[in-house]
């Protein structure tokens, strides 16, 4: 280490050229990749899941106020898929493989897929689902910590839309 507590560049250029097969895992990656591969398809899961219920909902909201909370629900769905791609593609960067199993999405996965029968339930067990994604990334956030600030981040940008969409959500279910 220099002065600045940087490594010296032929260390970095050294380095880098070791287990290169490991694409973006370098030797300075302090986290458990073979856990956060783990929290990560767990999260893919809850994504999907979420996405699956939303696309159900936007179907099939119907009465007065279903206009409003069928945009959302859609909206919803949209923004969730692209949380599923975000993990899907950092798994793949860590050496790991999504998983897209069917038959493991609702085992897996932190929310679960309750269809509501009513608009009013449709929006209440969407709600309770983004207050579980809410908090289950916010502890993974702290997991993580400072060991791997790339998935740090994105868990930190889907934690933000998630906290929108619980508002949305309240929102809504309050007017109804």
Same mark, same amino acid.
Not at 12 to 30: F, P
Not at 118 to 143: F, G, H, P, W
């Given at each position: 280490?220099?002065? $600045?507590?940087?490594?010296?560049? +032929? ?12 694409? $973006? ?5 302090? =986290? ?9 398809? +767990?999260?893919? =899961? ?13 179907? %099939? ?7 409003? +909370? =069928? ?16 993990? $899907? ?25 309750? *269809?509501?029968? /009513?608009?009013?339930? %449709? ?9 579980? +994604? ?16 790339? /998935? ?7 934690? *933000?839309?998630?906290?929108?969409? =619980?508002?949305? %959500? ?7």
């Amino acid at each position: 280490m220099t002065e $600045a507590n940087l490594t010296d560049v +032929a260390t970095l250029r050294s380095r880098a050229r070791q287990n290169v097969e490991n694409g $973006a895992v370098t030797e300075g990656y302090d =986290a458990d990749r073979e856990e956060i591969i783990r929290l990560l398809n +767990a999260s893919l =899961a809850t994504e999907l899941v979420c996405v699956l219920r939303y696309k159900r909902h936007y179907f %099939m909201a119907s009465g007065i106020k279903a206009a409003v +909370a =069928a945009q959302e629900f859609l909206e919803h769905a949209t923004q969730e898929a692209e949380h599923a791609d975000k993990l $899907a593609e950092r798994i793949v960067q860590l050496g790991g493989e999504p998983e897209f199993n069917p038959d493991l999405l609702s085992k897996n996965s932190h929310a679960q897929y309750v *269809a509501g029968n /009513t608009l009013k339930e %449709m929006v209440y067990e969407d709600l309770v689902a983004e207050r579980i +994604a809410v908090d289950s990334y916010r502890e993974i956030i702290q997991y993580i910590g400072d060991k791997d600030p790339t /998935t740090r981040r994105i868990f930190e940008d889907i934690l *933000a839309q998630e906290e929108e969409h =619980a508002d949305d %959500m309240a929102d809504i279910l309050e007017s109804l």
